[in-house]
């Protein structure tokens, strides 16, 4: 198989890209553990990435919102 190769970007306000894709429920917490750049534990960090996509989910933001699948967004700006 392939090695996988994993980046995290850093934002200019200083957040974690990830981190805000899974706030907003644009992404998913999938994925190996790894050694970060920072050196952060990766335990607590997926362990914190599968809270923010659980709260996501809970309160039905980007993707897990059932009417996003209804009506996509640039169909539903162009009706505002």
Do not use: H, M
């Not at 429920?25 to 750049?37: E, N, Q």
């Amino acid at each position: 198989s392939k090695p996988r190769y994993y980046a995290v970007v850093i934002l200019a306000d200083g957040r974690d890209l990830g981190e805000v894709l899974l706030e907003q429920g644009w992404a998913r917490a999938k994925g190996r553990l790894f050694i970060r750049p920072d050196g952060t534990k990766t335990v607590p960090y997926s362990e914190r990435l599968k809270k923010l996509e659980a709260t996501a989910r809970r309160t039905r933001q980007g993707l897990w919102n059932d009417d996003w699948f209804k009506q996509p967004p640039a169909t539903q700006a162009a009706q505002e």
